[in-house]
């Protein structure tokens, strides 16, 4: 089965400051992590994934995360939060003993205060 | 490249009449779309996924004779809510999938307000 815990519902840091937003998997087989940014009455927009090459992955936006196998996380980090920032992010993972099917986390919204 | 759009971007309207969405991958075929629902402040709730050529398969507990989809040609499927309540508005969104491909490609979203 599989699964992800997303365990902040909502994150608040001040313009400028680190941002961590944190992710848990739960999958029986080499996963791909996926994470996405979705702005108000929009889309989802991906901002990096993971795919079993390099365990530390760089995205859009200055997003990075870390695929921890021993920590079953995925992170996402950014050094510097814009107001840009401020938006839902969903942690996703998906495989393929299960049809690829994308199971997404419960999501996270970011709040920048100025 | 891989890009979904969706149509109409919003949506109103009335109670008991039915509505169409559609999804199209602009420059890739999708042999598999997806169609979402998320309400407000909450995840993507996978409603069903469609195959080119034929019939959906539905996720527990969503009507299939409410929330009809076609998925006709390898660019192109559709949802249609059926006698359109209230409690249908929500936010609906499509990914699409290409042939030999796990990754999903998202739309924009449709808006649909029922009154």
């Known amino acids: 089965a599989q699964s992800v815990t997303q365990l902040d519902s909502h994150v608040s840091v001040s313009e400028g400051t680190p941002v961590l937003l944190r992710c848990n998997y739960s999958s029986s087989y080499s996963p791909s992590l996926f994470w996405y940014v979705q702005h108000p009455n929009k889309g989802l927009q991906l901002l990096l994934k993971y795919t079993s090459a390099a365990t530390l992955v760089k995205g859009i936006n200055g997003f990075e995360a870390e695929f921890k196998k021993s920590e079953t996380s995925f992170h996402l980090t950014k050094p510097s939060a814009h107001m840009s920032d401020a938006a839902e992010y969903f942690c996703v993972v998906t495989s393929p003993n299960t049809g690829n099917q994308f199971y997404f986390g419960t999501g996270t919204s970011l709040t920048v205060i100025p | 490249g891989a890009v979904v759009s969706q149509h109409p971007s919003r949506v109103i309207c009335k109670s008991g009449t039915s509505v169409k969405i559609e999804c199209r991958s602009l420059?890739?075929?999708?042999?598999?779309m997806f169609w979402y629902r998320q309400f407000p402040k909450q995840s993507l709730m996978l409603m069903a996924t469609s195959n080119e050529g034929s019939k959906a398969t539905y996720e527990q507990g969503v009507e299939k004779d409410k929330f009809l989809i076609n998925h006709a040609s390898l660019t192109l499927s559709t949802l249609t809510v059926t006698s359109a309540h209230p409690e249908d508005s929500s936010f609906y969104i499509c990914s699409a999938r290409p042939a030999d491909s796990y990754e999903q490609y998202f739309g924009p979203g449709t808006r649909l307000t029922v009154t």
């Open positions: 420059d890739f075929q999708a042999t598999t």
